[in-house]
């Protein structure tokens, strides 16, 4: 069997390069060792988190509605429910994939795939039936896109579901009355916020000083200052040690830090320290292909490996690990495959943590201006000036911007804030076609919406933002 594009992994970059490419006219043969398309956003990530996190919202707003002078009972919690309908939102979805790939005769391969060399992949495992019948298959081009999974130390690993992984813990086997999390970035953090609004005293462990340490810390603290409400404690400078089984359900932590050492039990455990990427085991070694220290693929930024019949795209091929990301090297992948000049050149890739507050970046950042030396101007509006934050009682929010002085070009934007994730796009658009403060300041924006606030952040640079008062600043000419 000979395919013309070979796509090994079906997640939001492979099932992207595969339909872009049958949409180009090529032969495609995908192949995954899971039967649904979707790979881990879809199947165990930010599908199944992103639904479990709207159950956790609508809660927290039913309780805040009290300020207004409604009041509801507490909510009731059948699991079961919970658990059977993420499963439909999840099972929709990769119905729906299917659909397309078979609409589009994109050839599907359920089982692992190994490269034999750099134009000969051998499948194992999986679904024999869609095997080719001599177990191989030749390409000309594959684009490899087999992801990423958590990182698990072995220290943590006690033979227990009890300790748990992000997949893990999307399960949603129980509501633990008490949960322990390790590590207090993004994942951590929308998992916490999940547990937390169904009940779990949640404690959340970071070994640094600060959570999402990516963030600017401006946009960090309206969130921070709400866990703390919503966590049972934020331990930070603070170390996990060790973990031992207690008994049949219980797990005891050995917490370290400046205060010392101290014990304590959980009803479960989620590890969320990292993720790591799917490279090993692939074969990859038959080929020219070269891998890095940490696992990662090396390409350029046509998405070239080193053996020029194969590319890389999404998590394998490294940071930032994000699936909008991966469905964008695809198209380029595809391109380059098919002996067109494409590109990774991208001036902003957007990041959104979908706790609540929400926080989205893209762009420069302050934080990495301040590391890098490069000279910088923050403009920022916070959202108490707002009428529509106030009127939806959320006022807790911000809007910035990051300028070039010289020439006011618009280098990054940051938003934490209800919604921040939906806003952030306008700043994307912007960064990419290059726009100045004025362009954005001059855009007729919706009243009232919180989209005003990115033309108010624009203003707020000039000095004459309506609802704040700031210095005057002379726009460039």
Not at 66 to 91: C, H, L, Q, Y
Not at 115 to 135: C, K, V, W
Not at 331 to 352: C, H, M, T, W, Y
Not at 401 to 430: D, F, K, Q, S
Request: proline letters at 4%; aromatic letters at 4%.
């Amino acid at each position: 069997m000979h395919t013309q594009v070979l796509v090994l992994g079906a997640g939001p970059g492979g099932y992207a390069a595969a339909f872009y490419a049958a949409d180009l006219g090529m032969q495609v043969t995908l192949v995954d060792y899971n039967p649904n398309l979707g790979g881990t956003c879809l199947l165990r990530g930010c599908i199944p988190s992103k639904a479990l996190l709207h159950v956790a919202q609508v809660i927290e707003e039913s309780s805040a509605m009290d300020e207004w002078g409604v009041r509801f009972n507490k909510p009731s919690i059948d699991i079961n429910t919970m658990r059977a309908r993420k499963e439909k939102v999840i099972s929709t979805l990769t119905g729906g994939l299917a659909a397309l790939a078979k609409k589009r005769g994109v050839t599907r391969i359920v089982g692992r795939g190994i490269f034999e060399d750099a134009n000969r992949m051998r499948i194992e495992d999986g679904d024999p039936s869609t095997h080719p019948e001599n177990g191989c298959l030749s390409f000309d081009h594959c684009i490899v896109a087999t992801g990423s999974e958590p990182t698990m130390p072995e220290i943590f690993d006690l033979g227990t579901d009890r300790v748990m992984d992000s997949t893990g813990a999307l399960a949603l086997a129980d509501i633990p009355e008490k949960l322990l999390i390790v590590g207090g970035g993004y994942i951590g953090l929308e998992m916490g916020t999940v547990y937390a609004s169904l009940g779990s005293k949640v404690t959340v462990v970071e070994m640094l000083d600060g959570i999402l340490v990516g963030a600017d810390a401006d946009l960090v603290r309206p969130l921070r200052k709400r866990l703390d409400k919503l966590f049972d404690a934020i331990e930070l400078k603070t170390k996990v040690a060790s973990l031992k089984k207690q008994g049949e359900d219980k797990i005891v932590a050995q917490l370290e830090n400046a205060d010392g050492t101290r014990e304590e039990a959980f009803d479960r455990v989620l590890v969320c320290i990292g993720r790591r990427p799917n490279s090993q085991d692939l074969g990859l070694e038959n080929t020219k292909v070269q891998i890095d220290d940490k696992g990662f693929i090396q390409v350029n930024k046509q998405q070239r490996t080193a053996e020029s019949s194969i590319l890389a795209i999404g998590d394998v091929c490294g940071e930032p690990m994000l699936a909008h990301k991966a469905s964008h090297e695809a198209k380029i992948a595809i391109e380059n495959a098919l002996g067109r000049s494409a590109s990774f050149d991208a001036q902003a890739i957007p990041a959104v943590v979908f706790t609540d507050p929400q926080i989205a970046w893209a762009g420069l950042t302050e934080k990495e201006a301040k590391e890098q030396g490069i000279d910088v101007t923050v403009a920022v509006y916070p959202w108490g000036a707002s009428g529509r934050a106030q009127a939806m009682g959320r006022p807790d929010g911000l809007t910035k911007m990051i300028i070039e002085p010289e020439t006011e070009r618009v280098l990054g934007m940051g938003l934490v804030g209800i919604g921040a994730g939906e806003l952030i796009a306008e700043a994307v658009l912007a960064i990419e076609m290059g726009a100045v403060v004025a362009d954005i300041a001059e855009s007729i924006h919706p009243h009232p919406t919180m989209s005003e606030t990115l033309a108010h952040v624009a203003d707020a640079h000039f000095g004459v933002a309506t609802e704040i008062y700031r210095p005057k600043r002379n726009r460039k000419k």
